[in-house]
């Protein structure tokens, strides 16, 4: 079993940043690789960047160059820092992590962003 927990969501302007976080807890020694999604209104849930335990990184054509994904394994935290961001950027942000074939989600962060 894996918990995660986001925070760091919330309003901000165009052109603004944010940092999200995520904590694991629970059978944290099986996590390998961890992402960020995010689902906006009416719209599908999306992979927005991945972070292996290695610290390999990829990420979503539409934020790449503006979001940096990172983690700190001694903290068992994943991190999002959202730059330049854009009103369509506009979503609830959750991270996932996959153990044992299960999928772990937290149950999510809403960032929005005014312009």
């Known amino acids: 079993q894996v918990q995660l927990v986001e925070s760091g969501g919330g309003l901000v302007q165009a052109g603004g940043s944010l940092r999200l976080s995520c904590a694991a807890s629970?059978?944290?020694?099986?996590?390998?690789?961890m992402d960020w999604y995010r689902q906006a209104p009416g719209k599908q849930r999306e992979l927005v960047a991945t972070?292996?335990?290695?610290?390999?990184?990829n990420y979503a054509g539409s934020v790449k160059g503006r979001f940096t994904i990172s983690r700190d394994n001694a903290k068992n935290t994943v991190y999002l820092q959202m730059n330049s961001l854009k009103p369509e950027d506009t979503a609830v942000f959750y991270c996932r992590t996959v153990v044992a074939g299960i999928a772990y989600w937290g149950q999510g962060t809403q960032v929005t962003v005014s312009s």
């Open positions: 629970g059978s944290i020694f099986s996590i390998n690789a």
């Open positions: 972070i292996t335990r290695g610290g390999n990184t």
